[in-house]
């Protein structure tokens, strides 16, 4: 685990240094934002409608964003020829996986802990439980980045890579997209702990498989 946290540590240091990949997120999550409260501008007043469409939006500007940063999670040790180096490093393939993950994981909190307040301003809007709201998020969060990392490793060095990662990514996302929209919308109207504990073990479940299938195949991936 150590070895992982190296990982993030270096990835993380060399975003800091260029943010090219943190702003482009930041800026289109904020556009989307943007986009739809003034499309929305007329039924802003309408909690019902807000309620309705507020799960989406939010998840549209997290998903959407991410991918931007998945997609250059891997290009950018191939463009500076570091991935060979990467791969030769003492450490196992899956400690590679697991610090890419989470640099990945963080650069969308990041994005996350902006958007919100954001979209709370924009839309006049109240979140009735934070810190329910804050699990939901990690959780999500945590299941892009599991299956986003991986399959950014598995076409890293294609050519329509901007292309291919999102189609590829988005149905596997299902499966955690769903019940994460499910949890926001229910939170969002006032509902507790209780009320969202399914859709909280599916999305755990779904991080815990996908983790561990990736951390199996990731050495595979890293040979293709």
């Known amino acids: 685990m150590i070895r992982s946290l190296y990982i993030t540590a270096k990835d993380l240091r060399t975003e800091l240094r260029t943010k090219q990949v943190i702003n482009s997120m930041l800026v289109f999550s904020l556009v989307v934002m943007v986009i739809f409260s003034l499309s929305l501008s007329d039924v802003l007043s309408d909690s019902s409608v807000i309620d309705r469409v507020a799960p989406g939006l939010l998840w549209i500007a997290f998903i959407f964003a991410g991918t931007l940063g998945i997609t250059r999670l891997f290009a950018s040790e191939t463009e500076n020829g570091c991935l060979e180096g990467l791969r030769l490093c003492p450490v196992e393939s899956a400690a590679i996986y697991t610090g890419k993950a989470i640099s990945g994981m963080c650069l969308m909190l990041v994005v996350e802990i902006v958007t919100l307040p954001v979209f709370i301003v924009l839309f006049n809007y109240s979140i009735p439980s934070i810190p ?31 292309i291919l990662l999102p ?17 926001t919308a229910k939170i969002l109207t006032g509902e507790g702990l209780f009320d969202v504990l399914t859709e909280l073990r599916l999305m755990a479940v779904y991080d815990i498989v996908f983790f561990t299938l990736a951390r199996l195949l990731f050495d595979h991936t890293m040979e293709g």
Not at 139 to 146: D, E, I, K, M, N
Not at 167 to 183: G, Q
């Open 132 to 162: 329910l709201m804050v699990i939901v998020i990690l959780l999500g969060t945590a299941g892009f980045s599991v299956v986003g990392t991986l399959l950014s490793a598995l076409t890293v060095n294609t050519r329509t890579r901007e």
């Open 167 to 183: 189609v590829i990514l988005l149905p596997l996302l299902l499966p955690v997209l769903i019940p994460a929209v499910l949890a």
